[in-house]
């Protein structure tokens, strides 16, 4: 069982940046691919960024590259998620993930385990 808690939302200005916090309550967090997705209002939620169980390989969606950087601290058992230049569509709840396997995963359906979400305003 892994239990998963985010933090770090809020709101911000256009440009700005925010760094989201996930920490996992559990022993094996080394064996476990991360991954961040967000949900805005009246839309399905959507991949935003996976990272591999050693941290040394990642992936974006097209729509934060460049933006976004994920991270993990394994001695912390928490994985990151650090938001430069946003935009309004940003705004969103963002969702970290838990998935068991070798490799790095886009899709929710690989993913076993969710956190409840943190809220993201982006707006003047």
């Known amino acids: 069982q892994v239990q998963l808690q985010e933090s770090g939302g809020g709101l911000v200005q256009p440009g700005g940046s925010l760094r989201l916090s996930c920490v996992a309550s559990?022993?094996?967090?080394?064996?476990?691919?991360m991954g961040w997705f967000r949900q805005a209002p009246g839309k399905e939620r959507e991949f935003v960024a996976t990272?591999?169980?050693?941290?040394?390989?990642?992936y974006y969606s097209d729509s934060v590259k460049g933006r976004f950087t994920i991270s993990r601290d394994n001695a912390k058992n928490t994985v990151y998620l650090q938001m430069n230049s946003l935009k309004p569509e940003d705004t969103a709840v963002y969702y970290c993930?838990?998935?068991?396997?070798?490799?790095?995963?886009?899709?929710?359906?690989?993913?076993?385990?969710w956190g409840q979400g943190t809220q993201v305003t982006i707006s003047s």
């Open positions: 993930a838990a998935a068991f396997g070798s490799l790095m995963a886009t899709k929710q359906a690989s993913y076993n385990y």
């Open positions: 990272i591999s169980r050693s941290g040394v390989n990642t």
């Open positions: 559990t022993r094996t967090f080394t064996e476990n691919i």
